[in-house]
């Protein structure tokens, strides 16, 4: 495809209509969008780029996208170019190597990088969902997903060597669910979750060990769930710091589920004790 290049003194006074096709603002005199700078991160696919446009706007540097998607960021090509920030239609060889994946979903974001802030206990409020030592960024999006379909809005992540921290795989793979999500981390996850005891009902999570998330319905505080690492699940000082440990009695041939799947089954038990907070994210399975 042949991407017709407009530079800024073509671009003086004009402004691309939402309902069209944008044009091309030349990116030539900006850094090449690159995922190698450690103050940029790439978001692949409509839905997170939607969701990054709705929750943090003016993070967005610069916009490329193909020719099946540009009909769909007419409102994002003139939020960038009031900001004075590029946007282009490009091939598609072009827009995978600009997303250094073909998984693209036909555009690409190139944010300012977040700092994920540190956790406080003290000032934590509704339910939270803890991740320790959740190591694959592809579960880390999927269990994003989950989280803000079931209207989760707290994530913690912790200190655990092996613990993923949001990236440009997970932001991918979330659809944007990490967008909608306050992400937070937590050193010495142990005494933190102490910590929360006073305001929260701390749930771990074992294989063969602990009871039905069902039966701790009862509690009025809101519960904050902790998942472990993918092959090892959660540690004994972990564990040892939890008020209780649910667990999913399975009938089957297989042992376990993929730390993801079992999210979403729990995040679910968790939205069936809570009436009066639906989910906020509405949609089906795809």
């Given amino acids: ?8 003194g073509d671009q003086r ?9 944008p044009r091309d603002r030349d990116a030539r005199t900006r850094p090449p969008p690159s995922g190698d700078r450690p103050d940029t991160v790439r978001i692949c696919g409509l839905p997170a780029v939607r969701a990054l446009e709705a929750t943090a706007p003016g993070s ?17 090509a003139v939020h ?18 600009i997303a250094g994946t073909p998984m693209h979903g036909g555009i690409v974001a190139v944010m ?14 509704g339910p939270l969902l803890v991740l320790d030592g959740v190591g694959n960024p592809h579960n880390l999006g999927a269990i994003a997903r989950s989280a803000a ?24 793979v979330s659809e944007g669910g990490l967008f909608h999500l306050e992400v937070s981390r937590a050193t010495d996850l142990p005494r933190a979750l ?19 998330f069902a039966g701790f319905g009862s509690d009025p505080r809101p519960v904050a769930l902790v998942l472990g690492n993918e092959e090892d699940g959660l540690g004994r000082r972990t564990l040892d710091a939890c008020a209780a440990v649910a667990t999913l009695p399975g009938g089957g041939a297989v042992q376990s589920l993929n730390v993801a799947a079992t999210a979403a089954i729990l995040l679910w038990e968790m939205g069936r004790a809570r009436p009066s907070s639906p989910p906020a994210t509405r949609g089906a399975a795809r």
């Fill in 1 to 8: 495809m042949v991407v017709q290049k407009i530079g800024r």
């Fill in 13 to 21: 006074g004009k402004r691309p209509s939402p309902g069209g096709r």
């Fill in 60 to 76: 967005i540097l610069r916009l490329f996208f193909d020719e099946a998607t540009a009909p769909a960021v007419g409102d994002m």
């Fill in 80 to 97: 960038l170019a009031g900001l004075r920030r590029p946007y282009r239609l490009v091939g598609a060889e072009e827009l995978a190597k």
């Fill in 112 to 125: 300012t990088a977040r700092p994920v802030p540190a956790f406080d206990a003290d000032a934590a409020d």
């Fill in 149 to 172: 379909f079931f209207g989760i809005r707290r994530l913690v992540l912790s200190d655990h060597p092996a613990q993923a921290l949001p990236s440009e795989a997970a932001y991918r």
């Fill in 194 to 212: 102490r910590r929360l005891s006073g305001s929260h009902r701390v749930v771990g999570t074992a294989l063969g060990r602990g009871a039905p």
